[in-house]
């Protein structure tokens, strides 16, 4: 799961196309690892790193619009894994993944 906290600057806010830019945080915290054949166990550490992020606004009327979005986010985790009874760590994984969004927005 990552949640991002990014701080945005809309270029034309007031205008049916609303580009932005923004820049925050990502916390990604990670659950579920499941094995794969020949390991016995997997542990991905959560991990903060920074986030870009460029996106526009569409207005389709006064209410309703769409949107959408692609945030970078660089993003270092610490890997354990036991490969049958040797264990293996892994510090400073570089993850760097981005994330792509779209939604539908309301004004009320």
């Known amino acids: 799961m990552p949640p991002?906290?990014?701080?945005?600057?809309?270029?034309?806010?007031?205008?049916?196309?609303?580009?932005?830019?923004?820049?925050?945080?990502?916390?990604?915290?990670?659950?579920?690892?499941?094995?794969?054949?020949?390991?016995?166990?997997?542990?991905?550490?959560?991990?903060?790193?920074y986030a870009l992020q460029a996106g526009?606004?569409?207005?389709?009327?006064?209410?309703?619009?769409?949107?959408?979005?692609?945030?970078?986010v660089d993003l270092e985790v610490d890997v354990d894994v036991n490969l049958g009874a040797t264990p293996l760590s892994a510090n400073d994984v570089d993850l760097d993944p981005w994330i792509v969004g779209a939604g539908i927005s309301y004004r009320f």
């Open 4 to 49: 991002t906290l990014t701080l945005q600057y809309h270029f034309t806010p007031d205008e049916k196309f609303s580009p932005y830019v923004g820049a925050g945080l990502n916390y990604s915290m990670f659950y579920g690892e499941d094995e794969a054949a020949g390991f016995n166990s997997l542990d991905v550490d959560g991990g903060v790193g």
């Open 56 to 72: 526009f606004d569409y207005w389709i009327n006064d209410h309703w619009g769409v949107n959408f979005d692609a945030k970078y």
